[in-house]
């Protein structure tokens, strides 16, 4: 996830699919070579890395052991969609110190 940093505020404009090297529902890698392309065209684009989304496909939208275990990035936000339920829920997470807080979450057209 890319965009802007205004004030303390994310403001999310590009999201960049990535596919998962582990092919697992459990256990996430992405694939550095689509990770670089990600950052040439952040780059390229002016905008910079605001944080990462992976889904829970059985398991709520909370950061699981490992998820805080492998955050080694403070200034991102972890985004987890969880599909365990009958409607897909998205939280925010900022992780740091094997600690994580909810971070609040806006969705607007513009
Ligand atoms: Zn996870």
């Known amino acids: 996830m890319s965009?802007?940093?205004e004030k303390g505020v994310k403001?999310?404009?590009?999201?960049?699919r990535m596919t998962n090297a582990d092919a697992s529902g459990s256990h996430?890698?992405?694939e550095p070579k689509e990770q670089?392309?990600?950052i040439?065209?952040?780059r390229a684009s002016g905008i910079?890395?605001?944080g990462n989304f992976h889904s829970h496909p059985e398991t709520p939208a909370r950061p699981s052991a490992e998820d805080i275990r492998l955050a080694r990035d403070p200034a991102a936000s972890y985004v987890?969609?969880?599909l365990a339920g009958e409607n897909p829920?998205?939280?925010?997470?900022?992780?740091e110190n094997g600690a994580a807080s909810e971070e609040e979450i806006e969705i607007s057209d513009g």
Do not use: E, Q
């Not at 829920?89 to 992780?95: K, L, Q, Y």
């Open 89 to 95: 829920v998205m939280r925010a997470f900022h992780i």
């Open 11 to 16: 403001k999310i404009s590009r999201v960049y």
């Open 3 to 5: 965009g802007n940093l």
């Open 28 to 30: 996430f890698t992405i």
């Open 40 to 42: 040439k065209d952040m």
């Open 36 to 38: 670089l392309a990600a």
């Open 48 to 50: 910079v890395p605001l």
């Open 80 to 82: 987890i969609i969880s």
